[in-house]
């Protein structure tokens, strides 16, 4: 795998972050394994510890591995005052988890994440690639039923 | 050179170069601008804020660290304004700091501590927001406590650009973000090759040794045991300021006392095995020399320096001497020379080190170093240690009477003496080399080219009987990775490295650098202890090793001759292919002869 991701960027450290999610994308736990970062150090010739210090620094990326189902719960000011306590309560709930962890089943993760861009529709969440807007309580019940049912 | 500028600050008119930034145009003048995270050997991190100024027609403070200074810039360093921002600052480290300063080991040398003092901030102004994370004491040789960093990325910065280790790294972000080695596996388990460089430049108490004090003492206070120790070159110049008296002070005798006073067994002098060493290593170079080899013959006395060869250069192993360092030749003959001698059984042998490194710890244990049928060396205490021993003991080193060693093991030359400096160890062997190669003593021992702490220094010498002979010397382990590097190239290129004898010191500065030394231990401070181990070495009677009188009996009596079968196994080891990543050993690079 890590071969044919590295085949189409050159060994430059700018391209760190792509390599990065394009390995996460294709795992299908989603996260960046030790074993990746030491081809990832090799490749770009970037100290294993640095790497590091990037996974750690943004929320997108995880060293651990996570659920079928990314959820990603905006934490940001707009989404914040609009409600996302009560969202984070409510999804803790349904899914039996706290922030970071996996549901038992592998179906879910749940994170919080930096401002998702759509303020307009506060509280916001993203599931893998799909954005939901003007949370509520029923909306999120409705919206986990539908990924539960897809399984 | 950059041109002069005009700068005031606080009034006072000053003409610096215009490369500077405020903090060092204040430094060269005398004038002091509060900081915390700021040290003058590192490149600025801008991390604490506490170094603010104003700038005249400037809207917002900014921070004199990473500010440059400019034609006709006014500075003001003391208003209202900025010792409010400064205390708040410092208010906001504070609530998340573990403030335990009387059980500290950083008490009254932590620069929070005084700064704090100095801000006059009283306690828990603000309340505690600190969330406890667990200590990582993984490695032998350091403990690091998250609890009490601040953040300031000193040891981040030493650690990956001074040294090029690449085990601390800045992990998680904002608020959260802390020091941690990748994976979170603990330094133990890490590329770190535990130089303890970060624990010198810690402004706080977050990074300190392991300490084995207690263990020690457990030893001396026990009479079943007969404890010996040895102490590094570097030790008998570090001890004195700490005790009222002036950086550099050379004190040898004082220091056997103190060890006689604290109890120790029998009080012996690593520098007697630095003498040794250079008789083993001298005479592998000279064969080696002989032999007509393409492949440089590089010294092995920093463990520091060992662990980071075979993390990042195994492919030359065999290139490094197999001699071991004086600490462990040491240690492996005071349980077989020195326990025949003098009638003891090597089982009730405790052979402790008192050396001015974090990493001898890591050396210590190496599980291959056990030659004698013991691990050869039990315990290692850092400088540090040792004062804190020292004033536990309520020794008042600066007025202690000076006393001899014991003898056996404990006799030096001026050139075992200047191991401690970097450089050292080169001009040590080139006198001895000398006199092995042409018969004759080198008339101008004083080998200058290599001495002074410039990062990379190269010298070549006409040796009579072999030719032209070129050595380099290199401390700090950003300047050996560039001699590796060259010696690497040069081998793949040429088949032919550039110099034939290489000396390699983790610390900069070489050992009176090291990061077991005192508290404050900047670049100037080593500076003059390196001269004080020059100034010791001057006024030695004897300063070539192959005239020491110890060294002579303990190759007629027990040895025989250097290199001999007995001197092979007891004093000679091999070397490991480590993981960039946990430091774990892959496979054996060299082989024990």
Redo the contacts between chains.
């Keep these: 795998m890590y071969k044919e991701i590295f085949s189409k960027y050159e060994p430059t450290k700018d391209n760190l972050i792509y390599i990065l999610h394009e390995i996460q994308d294709k795992h299908p736990q989603h996260y960046i394994s030790e074993d990746a970062v030491d081809k990832v150090a090799e490749y770009l010739k970037v100290p294993a510890n640095h790497i590091y210090g990037v996974l750690t620094f943004y929320t997108m990326y995880s060293t651990t591995p996570r659920g079928k189902n990314i959820i990603r719960l905006c934490e940001s000011p707009p989404c914040y005052i609009k409600g996302t306590v009560n969202i984070l309560r409510k999804l803790k709930a349904l899914l039996d988890v706290e922030i970071g962890e996996t549901t038992k089943d592998g179906h879910f993760t749940l994170e919080l994440c930096a401002c998702l861009g759509v303020c307009g529709n506060a509280p916001v969440m993203m599931i893998n690639e799909d954005v939901y807007g003007d949370l509520t309580e029923e909306k999120v019940e409705d919206i986990i039923e539908k990924y539960r049912r897809a399984k | 050179m950059a041109k002069l500028v005009n700068v005031w600050i606080d009034g006072h008119h000053l003409e610096v170069p215009s490369d500077m930034t405020i903090i060092e145009a204040a430094d060269k003048h005398g004038l002091y601008i509060p900081r915390l995270c700021y040290h003058p050997d590192l490149p600025p991190t801008a991390n604490c804020g506490v170094c603010v100024v104003e700038i005249e027609k400037m809207p917002v403070p900014k921070r004199a660290c990473c500010t440059p200074v400019a034609e006709g810039m006014k500075v003001t360093t003391n208003s209202k304004k900025l010792r409010a921002y400064r205390k708040t600052l410092v208010e906001m480290i504070l609530s998340n700091h573990d403030v335990v300063c009387p059980t500290c080991v950083a008490n009254n040398k932590c620069e929070l501590q005084t700064l704090s003092n100095n801000l006059g901030i009283e306690a828990d102004t603000l309340p505690k927001i600190l969330a406890k994370k667990p200590v990582d004491a993984s490695s032998p040789s350091i403990v690091r406590d998250p609890n009490k960093c601040i953040g300031c990325g000193r040891c981040i910065t030493v650690c990956?650009e001074v040294q090029t280790v690449?085990?601390?790294?800045?992990?998680?972000?904002g608020f959260e973000a802390y020091p941690s080695?990748?994976?979170e596996h603990g330094m133990g388990t890490?590329?770190c090759v535990n130089c303890g460089q970060c624990t010198v430049y810690c402004p706080t108490g977050a990074l300190r040794e392991n300490s084995e004090i207690e263990a020690v003492w457990d030893a001396i206070l026990d009479p079943e045991k007969h404890v010996i120790v040895q102490e590094a070159p570097s030790i008998r110049v570090s001890l004195g300021e700490e005790f009222g008296m002036p950086l550099g002070s050379v004190t040898p005798k004082k220091m056997y006392a103190a060890l006689r006073k604290i109890g120790f067994d029998s009080v012996m002098d690593t520098n007697f095995t630095a003498d040794l060493t250079i008789m083993e290593e001298g005479s592998e170079c000279v064969a080696k020399l002989k032999s007509g080899s393409k492949r440089p013959l590089i010294t092995s006395c920093s463990p520091g320096w060992v662990k980071f060869m075979e993390t990042y250069y195994p492919d030359l192993a065999d290139c490094v001497s197999t001699a071991k360092s004086p600490m462990s030749m040491f240690g492996a003959l005071s349980k077989t020379y020195y326990a025949e001698q003098n009638g003891i059984d090597p089982a009730k042998i405790v052979s402790v080190a008192i050396m001015p490194c974090t990493a001898k710890k890591f050396e210590a244990r190496r599980p291959e170093l056990n030659d004698s049928g013991y691990q050869d060396t039990d315990y290692v205490l850092t400088t540090r240690e040792f004062i804190r021993m020292i004033k536990e003991a309520g020794i008042d080193f600066a007025n202690i009477p000076e006393e001899e060693p014991d003898e056996g093991m404990s006799f030096y030359t001026g050139a075992g003496t200047i191991f401690g400096a970097t450089g050292g160890v080169m001009e040590a062997a080139i006198r001895s080399a000398w006199f092995l190669v042409t018969g004759t003593e080198l008339e101008d021992m004083e080998v200058k080219a290599v001495r002074g702490l410039q990062g990379v220094k190269e010298a070549t010498l006409d040796v009579p009987g072999f030719g032209k002979l070129s050595v380099a010397v290199a401390h700090g382990l950003s300047n050996a990775r560039i001699v590796m590097d060259r010696v690497r190239d040069s081998l793949a290129t040429t088949g032919e490295s550039p110099w034939h004898f290489i000396e390699i010191m983790a610390c900069p500065g070489g050992c009176v650098g090291g990061g077991g030394q005192p508290y404050g231990n900047d670049i100037a401070s080593r500076a003059r202890r390196g001269l004080a181990l020059y100034e010791e070495d001057r006024d030695l009677p004897l300063r070539r090793s192959h005239q020491n009188p110890e060294v002579a009996k303990i190759y007629k009596d027990y040895l025989g001759a250097p290199l001999s079968e007995k001197a092979l196994k007891l004093l000679h080891t091999f070397y490991f292919e480590r993981s960039?990543?946990t430091g774990k050993v892959v496979k054996e690079a060299t082989h024990k002869h």
């Excluded at chain 2, 690449?166 to 972000?173: F, K, S």
Aim: glycine share 0%; proline share 0%; aromatic share 18%.
């Design positions: 990956n690449y085990a601390l790294t800045m992990t998680e972000r080695v990748a994976f890490s590329s960039k990543y």
